[in-house]
């Protein structure tokens, strides 16, 4: 039993220590990746026969991406014994701060410093024409027209962060809550959980467009072949932009509230 009702930067170096191999490991995974990463986005721009390789293997990392930043939390997933994990000499706040700050800031700064860093390089080569950075996370044209439209440059960023804010959120819930098959739950929580609220989102926001006097008048001009003014072009993105932040919005709130739910859980283990 903890006698010490303060916190304790000493105990959470002892936490440190106690998961440091797993995290050694983790980090050493992304950091290979991310050099795969750029080794194939620079072959892929050679002139030479191999370059279409490559650029497959390019594909396959950036896809990769948004994972490195899901997965974070399973550096905790191969601790199973909860005996043993309660018996840390460490407060449970502690535990959970440090489980969370790990999984929300530490691994999302170092996969960004990271990649900027191969970013910055392959700026450097010559004739070298894919942004690394920009690509790695996956900024597709809908969402830069949609989000610039509102917030101009930096937003699309922002965007990109919470949606990965809060896919994390749930899967840090999701090892903090399972006894056993935290890997397997966790990597079937990221494709189950933004299938099922992708859809409900799109159907949602079908109806919503359907309905919605701007987009009726930009496809009946369309089945007229009538010619589609500015203004009502940017009223359409202001209709997705509307759609975007709203789901966006309502994930970040439940993956807020997988994460008090992960204090509360990792709190409670103590003894």
């Known amino acids: 039993m903890i006698q010490d009702n303060s916190f304790s930067w000493e105990r959470m170096s002892l936490l440190a220590r106690y998961y440091m191999p797993a995290i050694k490991k983790q980090l050493l995974i992304y950091l290979i990746i991310i050099t795969v990463y750029f080794i194939a986005g620079v072959l892929s721009q050679m002139p030479y026969w191999f370059s279409g390789m490559f650029m497959m293997v390019w594909g396959i990392c950036q896809f990769g991406f948004a994972y490195m930043f899901y997965l974070a939390p399973l550096a905790f997933s191969r601790y199973d014994d909860e005996a043993l994990n309660t018996l840390i000499p460490a407060r449970g706040d502690e535990k959970a701060l440090f489980v969370i700050v790990y999984s929300l800031v530490l691994v999302p700064v170092f996969i960004v410093v990271v990649t900027s860093v191969f970013a910055l390089i392959a700026h450097l080569i010559p004739d070298y024409e894919i942004d690394l950075l920009s690509n790695g996370f996956d900024n597709n044209a809908i969402e830069s027209m949609a989000w610039d439209d509102l ?75 009538e010619a589609v003014d500015n203004a009502l072009s940017s009223g359409i993105m202001s209709e997705i932009t509307t759609w975007l932040m709203s789901y966006q919005s309502i994930m970040v709130v439940i993956g807020i509230i997988c994460v008090v739910l992960t204090w509360r859980k990792i709190c409670h283990r103590q003894v």
């Open 151 to 225: 917030f101009p440059g930096w937003s699309l960023w922002l965007y990109k962060l919470t949606g990965y804010f809060w896919m994390t959120g749930i899967v840090l819930y999701v090892v903090t809550i399972s006894r056993n098959n935290k890997i397997l739950k966790s990597i079937l929580a990221t494709i189950v959980v933004p299938m099922i609220s992708g859809i409900i989102a799109g159907i949602i926001g079908l109806v919503y467009l359907i309905y919605n006097q701007t987009t009726r008048e930009f496809f009946e001009r369309i089945k007229d072949d």
